[in-house]
């Protein structure tokens, strides 16, 4: 469910990111409604350092991905991922 500031802050992160993922740098689809938001390329928040790891929801851990990135980064860093999405390895 998306919630007010949220909201906020996928646009304010869409216009700074210039439309792109933080991992794979595709161009992503900033949008509310449910069918679309289900799509791969739909814009997202991500939190950089997970929760599951003491990351916390502060605006400076946040950052926007695609839903496929955001849905496969599972247990690992942001910085490696980023860089194996990006064939940087």
């Given at each position: 469910?998306?919630?007010?500031?949220?909201r906020?802050f996928?646009?304010l992160?869409?216009?700074?990111?210039?439309?792109?993922?933080?991992y794979?740098?595709?161009q992503?689809?900033?949008?509310?409604?449910?069918?679309d938001?289900?799509?791969?390329?739909?814009?997202t928040?991500?939190?950089?350092?997970?929760?599951?790891d003491?990351?916390?929801?502060?605006?400076?851990?946040?950052?926007?991905?695609?839903k496929?990135?955001?849905?496969?980064?599972?247990g690992?860093?942001?910085?490696?991922?980023?860089?194996?999405?990006r064939?940087e390895f």
């Open positions: 469910m998306d919630t007010r500031a949220a906020y996928k646009w992160l869409f216009w700074q990111q210039q439309g792109r993922c933080c794979c740098g595709e992503v689809v900033l949008t509310y409604r449910p069918y938001a289900a799509r791969p390329y739909a814009a928040l991500e939190h950089l350092q997970r929760r599951a003491g990351g916390t929801g502060h605006s400076a851990n946040l950052a926007m991905a695609c496929h990135c955001n849905n496969t980064r599972g690992r860093d942001w910085l490696s991922y980023a860089s194996w999405r064939n």
